[in-house]
């Protein structure tokens, strides 16, 4: 491993050629002065020109690149784990970006609050027509009633376990611009393979059973809507059904003795 940063980003990629550039713009664009941030990209077999957008960057010292044969989004992201220095641990989704603040917001964060192991904040979502959702984790009606302190305003710390709430609701709790320490990572493991929906609120479900959960009410991360979401794709319903039955067999198990 190269020299410990202080944080790294880490973005799967899959055929967003036309997404690549803004997200990893995002982050270098506002790298806070004498901080040493690098962002590890995980390319998941693209077929498309991804390779060639961030070659054409021209920020190898900064922008480290690995690829893999496709095997989806949860090895894409170990991929890009297993490659980073950082001692925090940033995701950013290809087709997301962040908002100006949100690298200083975290790091501060999480130097004066060493107790707190994941944080998050709030984010927007948004599409081609122009911003459709304003506060993403007012999706989830009952956030604001999550029992949690305020050591400044607009800075939470949960006080209850955050894990079933992530289970039950999990869209409070956005991708892009959440982070975690190294050693709460190193404890939980990573994201579970072979599943490509419902991974990613299972590994922040670990996180958040493994150690507190800081929060910044202000939106430093965006979340794209596009026709070309895998994801939110109708014909992968029923897949997706599989995966979340699969994962809440595994969750229960996990969590029996709670």
């Not at 800075?155 to 709790?173: D, Q, R, S, V, Y």
């Not at 596009?226 to 319903?237: C, L, Q, R, T, Y």
């Not at 994962?247 to 969590?255: C, G, N, P, R, V």
Request: one cysteine or more; hydrophobic letters at 40%.
């Amino acid at each position: 491993m190269s020299e410990v940063r202080d944080l790294s980003v880490i973005v799967p990629v899959y055929n967003a050629a036309g997404f690549i550039e803004a997200a990893v713009r995002s982050v270098l664009d506002q790298v806070p002065e004498g901080r040493s941030v690098e962002i590890v990209i995980a390319d998941d077999g693209s077929t498309d020109a991804t390779a060639e957008v961030i070659a054409g960057l021209g920020e190898p010292e900064r922008v480290r690149y690995h690829r893999q044969e496709n095997q989806g989004p949860s090895a894409a992201r170990n991929l890009a784990l297993q490659h980073a220095s950082g001692s925090l641990l940033m995701l950013l989704d290809a087709d997301d970006s962040l908002r100006d603040g949100c690298l200083a917001t975290t790091l501060d964060f999480l130097e004066r609050h060493s107790e707190v192991g994941l944080f998050f904040t709030n984010y927007d979502i948004f599409d081609e027509t122009g911003i459709v959702t304003g506060s993403g984790v007012d999706i989830w009606k009952r956030f604001r009633r999550l029992a949690h302190v305020e050591p400044a305003a607009g800075e939470w710390i949960f006080e209850e376990l955050l894990t079933p709430h992530i289970l039950e609701a999990g869209g409070f709790m956005h991708t892009s611009g959440l982070t975690f320490r190294r050693e709460v990572y190193e404890q939980v493991g990573g994201f579970r393979e072979g599943f490509s929906y419902g991974e990613d609120d299972d590994f922040y479900a670990r996180l958040a059973h493994a150690t507190r959960v800081g929060y910044v009410d202000r939106v430093l991360s965006r979340k794209r809507n596009h026709p070309g979401s895998i994801i939110h794709d109708p014909a992968n319903a029923l897949r997706n059904l599989e995966h979340l039955l699969r994962l809440a067999e595994l969750q229960h198990e996990d969590y029996r003795d709670d």
